[in-house]
């Protein structure tokens, strides 16, 4: 069983920057695709972007351009950097390990762990 802790979390006005870590321990997914899912008040769970153990990485068109993820494969971490952010990414942003390599599978059946979530707010 892996385990994800997400961090980084916080406020932030409109057209500011946050990043958001998450560290995984346990039974680690070193070969394994990484990513970011968050969830709206009232929405369901989206998908934000994910990254290969190779570095390959694959983003919602919704965020493509202003959020870059990355991961260290030595310390079992994933970074998603936002800039550029709108009050419309305000979510619970969750960490998320999938069962396969590829970061194109980005149904939330590939993903068979997730972190607990941190808040992203984004004011006007």
């Known amino acids: 069983q892996v385990q994800l802790v997400e961090s980084g979390g916080g406020l932030v006005q409109a057209e500011g920057s946050l990043r958001l870590s998450c560290a995984a321990s346990?039974?680690?997914?070193?070969?394994?695709?990484m990513g970011w899912f968050r969830q709206a008040p009232g929405k369901e769970r989206e998908f934000v972007a994910a990254?290969?153990?190779?570095?390959?990485?694959t983003y919602a068109d919704s965020v493509k351009g202003r959020f870059t993820i990355s991961r260290d494969n030595a310390k079992n971490t994933v970074s998603l950097q936002m800039n550029s952010l709108k009050p419309e990414d305000t979510a619970v942003y969750y960490c998320?390990?999938?069962?396969?390599?590829?970061?194109?599978?980005?149904?939330?059946?590939?993903?068979?762990?997730w972190g607990q979530g941190t808040q992203v707010t984004v004011s006007s």
């Open positions: 998320a390990a999938s069962r396969y390599e590829s970061d194109s599978v980005v149904s939330e059946s590939a993903w068979v762990s």
């Open positions: 346990g039974r680690t997914f070193s070969q394994s695709a």
């Open positions: 990254i290969n153990w190779k570095g390959g990485s």
